[in-house]
């Protein structure tokens, strides 16, 4: 099993700029992958950045060049720069991975993180 918990989320206004952190515990050396989704209200849940365990990173064409995710093995943390932030870039974040057991597959996802750009 993997867990995750997510933080650094809150009020920030236009322009500005937030770090989200996730940690990782349980069975770390299972996991494949690690990212980012977000559902905004009253729409899908859709994903915003996936980071591989080579390291190549993939992102949602609307945060292209404003986001950025990166991990720190160490700490078995995986983090989600946001710049530029964007009032459509309201929404609860969560952190998820991609883990094996055995030849399964699995997915974790964190409680989510609220995140609100306003004036």
């Known amino acids: 099993q993997v867990q995750l918990v997510e933080s650094g989320g809150g009020l920030v206004q236009p322009g500005g700029s937030l770090r989200l952190s996730c940690a990782a515990s349980?069975?770390?050396?299972?996991?494949?992958?690690m990212g980012w989704h977000r559902q905004a209200p009253g729409k899908e849940r859709e994903l915003v950045a996936a980071?591989?365990?080579?390291?190549?990173?993939k992102y949602a064409d609307s945060v292209q060049g404003r986001f950025f995710v990166s991990r720190d093995n160490a700490k078995n943390t995986i983090y989600l720069q946001m710049n530029s932030l964007k009032p459509e870039d309201t929404a609860v974040y969560y952190c998820?991975?991609?883990?094996?057991?055995?030849?399964?597959?699995?997915?974790?996802w964190g409680q989510g993180t609220l995140v609100t750009v306003s004036s």
């Open positions: 980071l591989s365990d080579s390291g190549r990173a």
């Open positions: 998820t991975a991609v883990y094996r057991v055995g030849s399964i597959t699995l997915d974790a």
């Open positions: 349980g069975s770390i050396s299972s996991i494949n992958a």
